[in-house]
């Protein structure tokens, strides 16, 4: 079982920034993508980014509304995962959840973190 636990998120004025944190701990091996998700009211839950394991060979991606302005990094020996959100707009506003994929026996098993609100408004 992988618990997550996010933070970071808030209220910040359409062009400012934030950054959100997501600490995975439990049984933690063979975790093969951390990424984070939002959900605005209303709308179904999208990808933000995503980033693989594997070290220096780690890919990344990002959802189109995000690409330029939010960058997702992780911290392996932390086993944490951060996005950074730079330019922020008020349809930025959402639920921002932390997600972790992990191998067990050739399955992925999906994980989710309680989701932090980040409001973006002046």
């Known amino acids: 079982q992988v618990r997550l636990v996010e933070s970071g998120g808030g209220l910040v004025q359409p062009g400012g920034s934030l950054s959100l944190s997501c600490a995975a701990s439990g049984s933690i091996s063979n975790i093969k993508r951390m990424a984070w998700y939002r959900q605005a009211p209303g709308k179904e839950r999208e990808l933000v980014a995503g980033i693989t394991s594997g070290g220096s060979s780690s890919s990344t991606s990002y959802g189109d509304s995000v690409k330029g302005r939010f960058t997702i990094s992780r911290d392996n020996a932390k086993n944490t995962v951060y996005l950074r959100m730079n330019s922020l707009k008020p349809e930025d506003t959402a639920v921002y959840y932390c997600?972790?994929?992990?191998?067990?026996?050739?399955?992925?098993?999906?994980?989710w973190g309680q989701g932090t609100q980040v409001t973006v408004s002046s």
């Open positions: 997600n972790v994929v992990q191998t067990i026996y050739g399955y992925s098993v999906d994980y």
